[in-house]
């Protein structure tokens, strides 16, 4: 039997995460109870629809076959009722139900925050409008508040899903779409780019950070700041290996001369969960091996790998760590 295993898969699915049906938002409660709607019905038809496929295969067998007459009256009423009365019935009411939870999950007339989300391949750049902010892979937010998200793409189309909080939404090329996000409690959410984008389509995700008021305000006054300038000598020392280095041309770090844009800015990197846009935890390991190996980590990256002595690569972990 293989019943057994599929329903366990289900379970895990389920509880896995991120899930939209462990909804952590007033967006995400609407979207999660229309999909647990669906789910319930699509099963209850799923689970009549073969008890009735069973029963005639048992009639078949314990009837003679019959040849030529046309089905009597009561028989082609099972084809009119069961194959499109009620299935429009039951998709009509699922039409309603889904239009009602478009409705509800428009944006707030006044959200309390923008944030710009841009999709690269593969990589989030995340920008806060007027704030002087800018960071990758990671969207902060305040807890109890709906935030505007505006979405637009560097490249080609991607889409952007934090299953906790919200539906996905498109990124497209030339086009500026909007979603919204609103946490109800502190939190950490995973992200994902939802439509394949190439060949690291599965690595493009993000984390969504939900702060009370202060920390967030906190956390805003520390992404605006420059990046802190070394005291010690030998992160003084991995300052200038990383701006001697291929590092410059494609990352900015405030406050130096590193005005990259390519890749994400570095500023406050030290401060993010992950790199790699959350492929790894942000750890030194990690980092050194992304540093010296990007395509091994991530095939098909746009990072190039840098060539660096032991000392050269130990000098600028320690500077990198520093900027907070
Ligand atoms: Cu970006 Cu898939």
């Known amino acids: ?167 996905k939404t498109d990124v497209i090329p030339g086009h500026e779409n909007a979603t919204w996000l609103e946490a109800d409690g502190a939190g950490t959410w995973r992200g994902e780019c939802a439509e394949y984008c190439g060949m690291q389509h599965a690595h493009m995700a993000l984390s969504v950070v939900a702060q009370p008021a202060g920390d967030f305000a906190r956390w805003i006054r520390n992404e605006r700041a420059a990046a802190v300038a070394p005291s010690d000598s030998g992160v003084l020392e991995g300052m200038h290996t990383f701006l001697n280095a291929q590092c410059v041309y494609c990352h900015t770090v405030r406050g130096t001369q590193a005005t990259g844009t390519v890749g994400p800015d570095l500023t406050h990197f030290a401060s993010r969960l992950t790199i790699a846009s959350g492929t790894l935890p942000n750890t030194r390991g990690n980092l050194g091996g992304w540093i010296l190996n990007p395509d091994r980590v991530k095939p098909g990256t746009k990072m190039p790998a840098v060539q660096l002595s032991g000392g050269e690569l130990q000098a600028i972990l320690a500077y990198l760590e520093t900027l907070r």
């Open 1 to 167: 039997m293989t019943i057994l295993p599929a329903l366990l898969q289900v379970r895990q699915l389920y509880d896995s995460d991120p899930s939209m049906f462990k909804a952590a938002g007033s967006q995400a409660a609407r979207l999660s109870g229309l999909g647990r709607t669906m789910t319930i019905a699509g099963t209850v038809v799923f689970i009549i629809v073969m008890a009735i496929l069973l029963f005639a295969m048992w009639r078949r067998r314990n009837e003679p076959a019959v040849d030529g007459p046309p089905l009597p009256v009561n028989e082609t009423a099972w084809v009119l009722y069961g194959g499109a009365a009620i299935p429009a019935l039951i998709l009509a009411g699922i039409f309603f139900l889904t239009l009602g939870a478009f409705r509800s999950s428009r944006l707030p007339a006044d959200p309390a925050l923008t944030i710009e989300v841009i999709g690269h391949q593969w990589w989030w750049e995340v920008r806060y409008p007027g704030q002087q902010v800018e960071t990758a892979n990671e969207i902060h937010l305040p807890v109890g508040q709906p935030v505007k998200i505006l979405l637009r793409s560097a490249d080609v189309i991607h889409s952007f899903w934090v299953p906790n909080l919200a539906g």
